[in-house]
């Protein structure tokens, strides 16, 4: 079966492809049956097959209602299923499986007409990544507040990383060039060298062995982050300086 594309897409466009397949299999296919699209049926296993032009929130309530009938429920979707390209499909695939659904994928291309089976309804076990979970612990402890807005798209976040480095900028700006050791005794943390070393935001540059100061572009950092600058000062006016 081939897609005429001059009209558009239909889920029934999908339903031919799909019960050819499942009766090669030797299922008893039928459409249409108390709501659900496909139900197929072989040897005492029933299966429910949602059809769907696109993926959608709608397409996924629909399913997990069926689940209620069987646990051996598909969702159907246009294809080509091509996992390399981009992360559509992971993304899908990964959801499916959490909700211990199946996919299947239909190639309408012309000549194509080809099922796909991606995977199949099963129990889904959490595998927690631990290594993922330390770092947004650390990332969090690491903040001394609150500075970002959530959702935010298209601006500088302000993480740890980054108030480090303001940090080391608020310093620099203050007593002039450092040594990693000497900013480390005003606070700036284990990971001053790092910081100075890697210098992701080209904020720094390093005047003689050792010993570090702000770049012309670390200098425009005193105006972007003022706020956080100004915190800085505050807690430098308690401490020693360290060229003492």
């Known amino acids: 079966m081939s897609v ?13 492809p799909i019960r050819d397949y499942l009766v090669s299999q030797g299922y008893t296919v039928r459409a249409e049956v108390a709501d659900c699209d496909v139900v197929a049926y072989k040897e005492g296993e029933l299966l429910i097959i949602e059809l769907k032009r696109r993926y959608s929130a709608d397409l996924l309530i629909q399913a ?30 990964k959801l499916l499986r959490r ?13 194509r007409s080809q099922i796909k089976v991606v995977s199949h309804p099963s129990p889904y076990r959490k595998k927690r990544l631990k290594h993922k979970r330390l770092a947004v612990l650390e990332e969090m402890i690491g903040r001394s507040g609150n500075r970002n807005q959530g959702g935010s798209t298209r601006r500088k976040l302000v993480t740890a990383y980054r108030e480090s480095a303001i940090h080391i900028v608020c310093c620099l700006e203050r007593y002039g ?43 425009t950092a005193l105006n972007d982050y003022s706020e956080l600058i100004d915190e800085y000062a505050a807690f430098l006016d308690e401490l020693p300086s360290p060229k003492d």
């Open 4 to 16: 005429n594309r001059s009209r558009p897409l239909r889920e029934t466009d999908l339903y031919e």
């Open 64 to 93: 997990i209602d069926r689940q209620r009938i069987t646990d051996s429920v598909y969702v159907a979707l246009p294809g080509p299923f091509d996992p390399c390209r981009g992360s559509r499909w992971h993304g899908i695939r």
């Open 99 to 111: 909700l211990e659904l199946g996919l299947i994928v239909v190639d309408l291309r012309p000549g």
């Open 177 to 219: 060039p450092l040594t990693p050791r000497q900013l480390r005794s005003l606070g700036t943390g284990p990971k001053t060298t790092s910081i100075l070393y890697r210098d992701v935001y080209g904020w720094f540059e390093r005047v003689a062995r050792g010993l570090y100061a702000l770049s012309p572009l670390g200098r």
